[in-house]
């Protein structure tokens, strides 16, 4: 993922804001999928997202509603779950 952000692509994160609480990605836009559709509005149809939440089920669904709206997005394999067990070091934790 972070060779992909390197080349500018911008992360999304649509875990709820409770989950965010419990750890985040660094630099990621956070908007939870319940207010995706109102929110797209912010996002640069110019721009290239990977879009994340705790297990891939709403990531998933969130790629569903961006590339449905014209957006460039792809699904990060294994969320927020694999990567605060196998990368806690890239994580922050407030």
Same mark, same amino acid.
């Given at each position: 993922m972070q060779d992909e952000l390197a080349k500018g692509k911008i992360l999304l994160d649509v875990r709820n804001p409770e989950e965010i609480l419990a750890?985040?990605?660094?630099? @990621? %836009?956070?908007?939870?999928?319940? !207010? $995706?559709?109102?929110?797209?509005? /912010?996002?640069?149809? !110019? ?7 705790? =297990?891939?089920?709403? =990531?998933? %669904? @969130? /790629?569903?509603?961006?590339?449905? !709206?014209?957006? +460039? ?5 294994? @969320?927020?779950?694999?990567? =605060? +067990?196998?990368?806690? /070091? /890239?994580? $922050?934790?407030?």
């Amino acid at each position: 993922m972070q060779d992909e952000l390197a080349k500018g692509k911008i992360l999304l994160d649509v875990r709820n804001p409770e989950e965010i609480l419990a750890g985040r990605f660094p630099d @990621a %836009i956070h908007i939870p999928l319940d !207010n $995706l559709r109102a929110h797209l509005d /912010e996002l640069d149809k !110019n721009k290239e997202y990977i879009v994340s939440c705790h =297990s891939g089920l709403r =990531s998933y %669904i @969130a /790629e569903r509603i961006l590339k449905q !709206n014209g957006f +460039t997005v792809a699904n990060l394999d294994g @969320a927020y779950s694999l990567y =605060s +067990t196998v990368r806690p /070091e /890239e994580l $922050l934790h407030d």
